[in-house]
């Protein structure tokens, strides 16, 4: 396993807080993505980036926000507007535009 | 809105059988379709993929068949085994999105000894 790394593996936070989940990656890919995984469906790309400093809106960014300062880096902030923030939280990188994507172990997030 | 439809969702097969998972995707322009294997609380991992170029794609017990004028694709696995069980994913590439992808929902496979 290794390349594409997710921490923490399990998180749990009260309703109301912002969390922040981490995803980084060595295997020097230009493109990242974060992507929600709930039971019963398939997976919903939340944002992406494909160059640093730039990021755009997935088909369910509402209640998430990302950065991409460093190549290496795009942290995912599960912000407390997101009124279903429970779920399975995947972070994928890919070489370029026409590549297979690497995903990432997962952070599975409880929000009580 | 969703793009690709996966069935079944379920499947369970006695070792040594076969197993057939399908996609339909409706965009006619997808180009590129991948399938994922994800273990009970792993990461997807790629399995094989498959360009609009070609018809079928073969790696050892896995197979995949693209139908472009039916827009639907199969992932064939032969002579199942226990650690074929899993959760299967199909997805179609979106075009001119760069690297974004529609998945389908999942084909849990029980590879039963």
């Known amino acids: 396993d290794g390349g594409i790394t997710q921490s923490p593996k399990y998180l749990f936070r009260k309703e109301g807080q912002n969390v922040t989940l981490s995803c980084e990656q060595n295997l020097n890919h230009d493109a990242m993505y974060w992507y929600r995984q709930d039971p019963g469906q398939g997976l919903r790309l939340i944002y992406y980036?494909?160059?640093?400093?730039?990021?755009q809106k997935g088909d369910i960014a509402e209640g998430y926000s990302v950065s991409r300062e460093k190549k290496e880096s795009f942290p995912l902030t599960v912000t407390s507007a997101q009124k279903n923030p429970t779920a399975f939280y995947l972070c994928a990188s890919s070489r370029g535009q026409n590549n297979e994507q690497y995903f990432g172990p997962g952070t599975r997030l409880t929000v009580t | 809105g969703e793009n690709v439809e996966q069935h079944p969702s379920t499947l369970s097969v006695q070792e040594g059988d076969s197993a057939v998972i399908k996609c339909t995707y409706s965009d006619s322009a997808s180009n590129y379709f991948p399938w994922y294997k994800q273990e009970l609380g792993k990461r997807p991992q790629l399995i094989i993929d498959?360009?609009?170029?070609?018809g079928e794609k073969k790696d050892q017990r896995i197979a995949v068949t693209l139908n472009k004028t039916a827009k639907h694709f199969s992932l064939h696995i032969t002579e199942t085994q226990p650690e074929d069980s899993a959760v299967y994913f199909c997805?179609?590439?979106?075009?001119?999105?760069?690297?974004?992808?529609?998945f389908g929902t999942g084909t849990s496979l029980t590879v039963i000894p």
């Open positions: 498959i360009r609009s170029n070609v």
């Open positions: 980036s494909q160059i640093v400093n730039d990021f």
């Open positions: 997805a179609a590439r979106r075009p001119n999105t760069g690297n974004q992808f529609y």
